[in-house]
């Protein structure tokens, strides 16, 4: 499957983005999608992931309460909303999928997309 990243940009602190994510070359509902994010010189760290239809999702602490992450399989996407966003959310943002498992560490991810830059101002 291959995976394209959309919609990081600038945005001040405490506001949104939507980052979007869509899939091709397979079917999109037989994989576990998740977003993953990570700082120059750091791991990568998970920020959430939703089951296989949709059913289940986990988010890291950090970001609990603040986004929100959804799939519309008709249309191979998945989606994370952003919202409240700090200067520490800044990242690249990476879109991964899984076929086996909901998984939380990127070692379980047998496919990424690009990455999409997300700048938080304060």
């Known amino acids: 499957v291959q995976l394209v990243e959309s919609g990081g940009g600038l945005v001040q602190a405490g506001g949104s983005l939507r980052l979007s994510c869509v899939a091709s070359?397979?079917?999109?509902?037989?994989?576990?999608m998740a977003w993953f994010r990570q700082v120059s010189g750091k791991e990568r760290d998970f920020v959430a992931v939703i089951s296989w239809n949709g059913g289940a999702t986990r988010y890291a602490d950090s970001v609990k309460g603040r986004f929100s992450i959804s799939r519309d399989n008709a249309k191979n996407t998945v989606s994370l909303q952003m919202n409240n966003l700090k200067a520490e959310d800044t990242a690249v943002y990476y879109c991964?999928?899984?076929?086996?498992?909901?998984?939380?560490?990127?070692?379980?991810?047998?496919?990424w997309g690009q990455g999409t830059q997300v700048t938080v101002s304060s």
């Open positions: 991964a999928a899984d076929r086996l498992r909901v998984a939380l560490r990127s070692s379980e991810y047998d496919y």
């Open positions: 070359g397979s079917t999109f509902n037989e994989y576990v």
